[in-house]
């Protein structure tokens, strides 16, 4: 169990040159923010921040958050947890498994408590607020452990998660930029970068999620100026069937980029990003002379999940 601190000395800014890009007269860098630590990587040092803040301002000894088997969201939870000397608890999706994924062994070993919740039950409760009466209902938690608990909603989306996402573009220099890619989930993270950016720059965020359209899954009402909308885009064309699903193609892509140009990434979130930017690239969507930064927003760990080999990394 890897108990160091996150590090955000080791974030790097790379330049990601592929021909596909000087072909498109496009300059493509690449944010590491993967390398902040193997667990509480990417976004989610960011999103969890101010909750910890929260927690210890209000005195509360366990964190409770919710998250599917693969939740990177549920293990950098897990890991701060135990690097801050608080409790954790995991209501996961879904009946107990024979065999607990890598994930979630993983948030055990940092001493997460799982608690395995039908799907129908997961998801009909609102994940920010449990009675004390559903508590004691659908689960062996007591009372006196819930009131002692901060709830953190699923994926970290909340105020908390969206103030930490502001801070993420205080690490560059962004008005070298035209355009910021990033992989989507609950969008509270784009939320963020559309709140701390400057007016003109544009957000293209790749859902990993099917079914997504329009802004979805944006919460409109957490931006904070209206009008930077339109500087927002959601493309919903490369999530590869859904959440966590994968193909050949996907991982050949992943494959590649990494003996092009060293970059690792995650078969949830950013090899989807990635290779949508290559081919949106490919397909000349950003204009000719575009100053491209891409978010690589971590969740490596995920991997662990996916046969042995498919992955040259
Ligand atoms: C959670 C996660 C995201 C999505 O972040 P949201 O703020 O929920 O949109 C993107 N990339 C990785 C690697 C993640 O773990």
Known sequence: MP????DLTKITLDSWDLEVFRQNELRVDILRLDKIHSEISGNKWFKLKYFLEKANHNNKRTLISFGGAYSNHLL???ATARLHGLSSIGMIRGEQPLLLSHTLIAAKEYGMKLIFLPRTLFDQNKRSDLSDNW???YTDLKVETIRDSMLIPEGGAGIEGLRGAEEILSLVPQREY???CLAVGTGTTLAGLVNSSHPDLKL???SILKGTRDLEPIDISWLKDRFKIANVQMVHDYHFGGYAKYNASLTGSMNTTY????IPTDFVYTGKLLFAVISMADMKLFPLGSRILVLHTGGLQGNRSLTPGLLGF
Request: charged share 25%; hydrophobic share 45%.
């Open 3 to 6: 108990d160091i601190r996150p």
């Open 76 to 78: 950098a939870l897990a």
């Open 135 to 137: 508590v004691e209902k």
């Open 178 to 180: 035209s355009h910021i």
């Open 204 to 206: 293209i965020g790749i």
């Open 259 to 262: 003996a092009e140009s060293g």
